[in-house]
């Protein structure tokens, strides 16, 4: 790693012969997969951005020129050059570097990034306020063939074609999404790579050069001339150029010597300039270029064989989501499956597998796939959509505006609902209890296990009204799963255990570890009900209000928000009864900002873990 060594901020690679750019471009690629390999993390997408990274700090001068990495996964190079490389083997874990672009952690990370799509409307706002405050620096946002295809960039694109301010934006295409990337707009970028009348036009000119024997030197100076310009001036049929962003590309990605030309000539123009730049997802490590998909978002894994290690072996709940679905489709085909962008992550893709025709994956359009799936649930079709839970905070309005108020019969599985451990605070699955519950007329549900789930899926598939239910990240508890499904009666809850000292209402899997705190609670003679309240939506009143009867106290153990989550919705209840008169306790995630760490870590943190739900139900009946 001796040039790697040598690098401690930016200005040290704008030193760099072309030669040793690329000497530093292996070390670092053999720094990520060392790294990825051990921490988990985005490796292919890194990997694909090293060069195009490196020519960006070459070229522009940051943090004085600010570069916006867009959803940020791309920005272990960045992060690598600007001062943060010892810190490197920390990233994604507890204490360490977040693994996405994080203004508290340095100066050179313009946004805080984690969703897509947003570089483009920042760097729009930057560069009016640049001017109107009469500043002279570069705004570069850097944004993937994947997130271009999301609502917020094309209104961006929009707009910015209207004002006109001076920016560059740098289209990293690699034809990948996490899975290959889909849509009309992938299709243009390939058209533009590849069949558009320049290229042709180019290959003609060399053409007709090299069959001219003798041409001097002049000539084929002329002619790279007319190259020069038919690139900056000849872009017939680009979408940008028709909506007032002039087109520069395509430029090749892994050519220094191209990008270093193309992004110093992009600084001259005084208008929106876009630089097509065409990379390899996974770039230098076999395993990585061959199943980019895979590599996206990897585990620790083993570099010589690229094989996965530490894998569960218990489903988690979305395979078990996913294979629910599959069934479902099996036995009626006007079930479909809907993804924006995540056919792996949801579980997903088994539908893609076995029954392509019922399957759809949209793009980075989490606001558009309810729409669409509104659509078909209106034609006579039962559209399943499997979304993270953080995701599905772009598409509220759609949710309450189109989806709910026709009391539409989507099947919705929340994924990654409760704290994400790895990928930091713009994951966290914390939002969607408070968001959903004042929504009228939808079902929310909440498994314990992944047993639990399968039948929440057919459950939510037979049902007249829109459902949502919600699992975490993390491993099934590995319960044996029933051969058939079954419906689960509404709005009804399960008693896991009875007690007459607290009565502890507890939501999804933090149900068992409600439970096991109830056990050794009863070791010590404190008698706990536990409640898995399945159904957060309608809520068991019933049931509720009977138990209460007779325990004085109660608690709410939820993976989510305490403000305005399960513990609100009990809240609210109690209050409605005119019998607000209860001890409460509230447990779950308070407000503010979560640290980077694992899902058990951040749990204990919570005290959600069943030590932490056993010391604090102990406290509260003790009255300490
Ligand atoms: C709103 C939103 N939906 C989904 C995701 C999950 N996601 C993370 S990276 C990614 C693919 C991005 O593709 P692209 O922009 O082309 O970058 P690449 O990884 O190919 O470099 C997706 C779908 C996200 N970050 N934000």
Redesign the pocket.
Known sequence: MALLETISSPQDVKKLSLDELAQLSDEIRELLVQVVAQNGG?L??NL??VDLTLALHRVFDAPRDKIIW??G??SYTHKIITGRRERIFSIRKKGGLLGFPDRDESEYDVLNT????TSLGFASGLAIARDRLGEGHHIVAV??????T?GVALEALNHIGQVKQRLIIVL?D?K???SP?VGGISRHLNYLVSGRPYIRMKEVIQNVLKAIPGVGMTLRDLAKKVEVLMRTMMVPGSLFDELGIKYIGPVNGHDFREMLKEFAAAKKYDFPVLLHVVTR?GEGYVPASQDPSSF?SSSPFNIENGKFIGREKTPSYSQVFGDSVRRLVEMDRRIVALT???PEGTGLDAVQKDFPENFFDVG?A?QYMFDFAGGLALGGFKPVLGV?ST?LQ?AVDQVIHDVALMRLPLVVGLDRAGLVGGDGPTHQGLYDIALLQPVPGIVLMAPKDENELQHMVFTASRLDRPAFIRYPKEPGRGVPLDKEFHELPLGRSEVLRHGDQVLVLAVGPLAYRALEAAERLAAEGIEATVVNVRFLKPLDRELIFSLAAGIPRIATVEDGTVRGGFAAIVHAEFMDSGDPAREFLALGVGEGCLPLASRPELLAQCGLDADGIYRRLRAFVKGA
């Open positions: 985005h292919s997408s694909g951005a867009d959803i996964h791309q984690g969703h897509a799509s944004i993937g063939d994947g997130a271009l999301g990293n690699n990948m999404s996490i990337n997802k996206h924006a962008a995540m980075i989490e993270y995701f772009r």
